[in-house]
């Protein structure tokens, strides 16, 4: 352990390399990835149109952690009987930290027995994920989930625009 001297702090290199890390991450909120993202919600839109998704009702499931972004499992299960009555049309997942912010779009029916996704995406870089679930009536359900990716999978995307 090298001590690095500045104005008699004493501070190893480990622990400084842990606050820059730590205040890269406050500086660089999800939210602030949502706001900033105008094509994020564009895509969204050109999906829901002006609907207002209502969170709950359905589950994002994805790791806290991903040692690289190349393949990242992920899973949507909504809340529906997928009967006649009550039934999942789309859902969509968005990615607003890649070069592209929608990841895929489903479609399902009454006929489909489970509202249940399951896939892996690619993500660029630590960020939020958002899942969008069509329901038959024209209400519209919203899960996030939040994701640290070690190592982008999208890296020569990003340094080329």
Known sequence: MLPIATNSLSICRRTLLGWVGASLLVTRRPAEVWAESEAVQQAIRQRIGERQPQSGGMALRLPKIAETGNSVPVTV???S?????DYVS?????????????????????RAGKAEISTRIRLA??????????????S????TAS??????ACVEEIWNN
């Open 77 to 79: 299960t909504v809340d």
């Open 81 to 85: 009987p997928m009967t006649p009555e």
């Open 90 to 110: 789309r859902i969509h997942l968005f990615v607003p930290g890649n070069p592209e912010p929608v990841a895929a779009t489903y479609h399902l029916g009454m």
């Open 125 to 138: 870089r630590t960020q939020m994920v958002l899942a969008l679930a069509e329901m038959h009536d024209g």
């Open 140 to 143: 519209v359900r919203s899960d």
């Open 147 to 152: 994701i640290v990716v070690t190592l982008g």
